[in-house]
């Protein structure tokens, strides 16, 4: 019988620069710091009564090399948000804070921001779409349907059929 993971629990994150990192995700992230231990590992989650941490960082060794995104590992770690605007609030404080943004996109059952962290690690932050819209919409809920940028800019309506409330 195999093992039956119930969640994935929490992020761990060797970061260059501790007090950059814990700037970016309390006050960009809005992740609160909810700890740190004695050996100077930080601990943040968005709900303490059903994740005591869903993120720690700590600070890597003075040579450790940055992020490649070409080497295997883990691409990206997505938060997700509860609705659109709050997808829309995200992309305009990355834009005012200079996150660097990868690319956005309507997945089908998500719309997501892809962007960097202060060292160079890809992450996600998304807003589901209902599975009544998405499902009139896309043949395949997991495909990519096209940069969303001028929605989240308020350029746009959404379009039909990708609806977000």
């Known amino acids: 019988m195999p093992i039956r993971i119930k969640r994935t629990g929490h992020l761990v994150l060797r970061v ?15 992740l609160p710091l909810v700890g740190e231990n004695d050996v100077g590992m930080l601990f943040f989650s968005a709900d303490t ?10 600070q890597a060794k003075e040579s450790a090399a940055m992020p490649n995104p070409e080497q295997l590992g883990m691409e990206h770690v997505a938060y ?5 605007a709050e997808l829309q609030e995200a992309y305009r404080i990355f834009k005012e804070n200079g996150v660097r943004i ?22 996600e932050v998304y807003c589901n779409v209902p599975p009544e819209v998405y499902r009139k919409s896309v043949p395949n809920e997991f ?10 800019a ?9 609806v977000v409330p």
């Open 49 to 58: 009564k059903d994740n005591h941490h869903v993120l720690a960082i700590r």
């Open 154 to 162: 308020g350029k746009v309506p959404q379009r039909p059929g990708t």
């Open 80 to 84: 997700e948000l509860g609705s659109f």
């Open 143 to 152: 495909g990519s349907f096209g940069d969303i940028e001028d929605e989240l």
């Open 102 to 123: 990868h690319h956005t996109v309507f997945h089908g059952v998500t719309k997501s921001i892809y962007f960097f962290d202060p060292d160079g690690n890809m992450l």
């Open 16 to 30: 260059k620069d501790l007090q950059r990192s814990k700037r970016f995700f309390t006050e960009i992230l809005g």
